[in-house]
């Protein structure tokens, strides 16, 4: 018994020893394996490292070389393109410019027919119609001529002349003689039809003006973008033309509309 026991124990110990000896051998080759891992997988890092090293630095130095001559195209760009639009900036000043005086010279001639119209200025006096007569086809101008006599002073003028006036022959009516030597019969009507021209030309040139700021890309006067938003200039200009061709058009209907309103009644 006492053999046997040893012999148990012998084995015991050699089986320990062995598994002992085998769980270190698995650690000794595991121990390379993942040392092996690691190693190799600084070195990958290492090489990706210094290959994306290669590739960032080749960029920048490629870049920096290549700075002066990419500089020089853009510029060469810019200045070709800022020449056509300098032009199209230089016509639209001149067409804004050849626009407000048009307007400016144009508008003097119905603001100045108010004047007289309207009684505010001119000689008045009686005209007599001795005679009247249609000027051209259809609805021709009514022309009258006749005898203008001043209400002061002793001015008297035996071959008056006026067209469009609402005159009969041998009836006295009272007209205003200008200072070039015409006649202008005051009336509401009259005075009506001369402030609507004068705003209809008003209104005309601020829809030509608006045109013109429109005309450049990016801007816009519809009612769905605010006009303020559009790049300067052009969005001040907006702000202010586009009120002023709405009122000025509806100065227009609103004085052609009482002048033939008042013309009804007088």
């Not at 009247?132 to 005898?147: F, I």
């Not at 035996?158 to 009336?187: C, F, H, M, N």
Request: charged letters at 20%; one cysteine or more.
């Amino acid at each position: 018994m006492a053999r046997l026991r040893a012999a148990e124990q012998d084995e015991g110990g050699s089986a320990a020893k062995r598994r002992t000896s085998g769980s270190a051998a698995g650690r000794a080759k595991s121990r390379p394996a993942a040392a092996r891992k690691k190693t190799g997988s600084a070195a990958g890092q290492k090489k990706v490292g210094s290959a994306a090293g290669r590739k960032k630095a080749e960029p920048a130095e490629a870049r920096r070389r290549r700075r002066p001559a990419t500089a020089g195209k853009k510029s060469r760009r810019g200045g070709a393109g800022s020449l056509p639009r300098m032009a199209l900036a230089a016509a639209g000043v001149l067409g804004a410019i050849g626009i407000l005086a048009l307007a400016g010279w144009l508008v003097t001639f119905p603001l100045d027919d108010f004047r007289y119209s309207s009684g505010m200025a001119g000689t008045p006096g009686t005209f007599t119609a001795a005679q009247c007569h249609e000027t051209g086809t259809g609805k021709g101008t009514r022309v009258c001529t006749g005898t203008f006599v001043a209400a002061h002073g002793g001015f008297v003028d035996p071959s008056a002349r006026i067209r469009g006036a609402r005159i009969d022959v041998g009836k006295p009516a009272k007209l205003r003689r200008t200072s070039e030597g015409g006649y202008v019969q005051p009336g509401p009507r009259s005075a009506g039809m001369n402030l609507a021209a004068a705003f209809g030309i008003v209104s005309l040139a601020a829809f030509l003006l608006v045109v013109l700021c429109v005309s450049p890309n990016g801007v816009s006067a519809g009612g769905y973008k605010r006009l303020r938003k559009n790049p300067p200039p052009w969005g001040t200009l907006l702000s202010v033309l586009v009120p002023v061709f709405g009122t000025a058009l509806a100065l227009t209907a609103l004085c052609a509309l009482i002048g033939f309103l008042l013309s009804l009644i007088f």
